[in-house]
């Protein structure tokens, strides 16, 4: 009865052993009178699956809710890290050439390729292209300075 209630075996063990406890404990409450012997062992089987369905609903609600809880906190911590990543690249970008920042920022923000920016800018192409690779070389220096200056710190 238990195995086909609780669908686990492991978990039926435990609550065939609970009911062979219960009968062993209120023995002294049988009453034959009231009913038959299986009738009485069925009525504490039934309660003792009803406990172990309650303790399982219980284990279940804890674990989505501490598993909501990291959940949360890694999207939290994300958001923090974005965030702190947002402020060390605009203040790379910040520190850029004018003509660099402003073919970055054309390209990142605005979504724009190259051939778009040198007509929007009157630059010629390979300028473009020149001021593009040179601007992410300076970043990446920028970023690696900033980030190898906190590991040290």
Known sequence: MASRSL????EAEDVTQQVFLGVWRGRAGFRPERGPL????VGITRRKIVDALAARTRRLGVIDSVAH???SSRQEERTIDAAV???LLVDALSRLPVHQREVLCMAFYEDLTQAQIAQRTG???GTVKSHTR??????RRRIEQD??????A
């Open 123 to 125: 630059i010629p192409l």
């Open 134 to 139: 040179r601007g992410l070389h300076r970043l």
């Open 7 to 10: 669908g686990d075996a492991h």
């Open 38 to 41: 299986g009738a009485w062992l």
């Open 85 to 87: 990543d947002r402020v």
């Open 147 to 152: 980030h190898a200056g906190d590991a040290a």
């Open 69 to 71: 809880e990291v959940r």
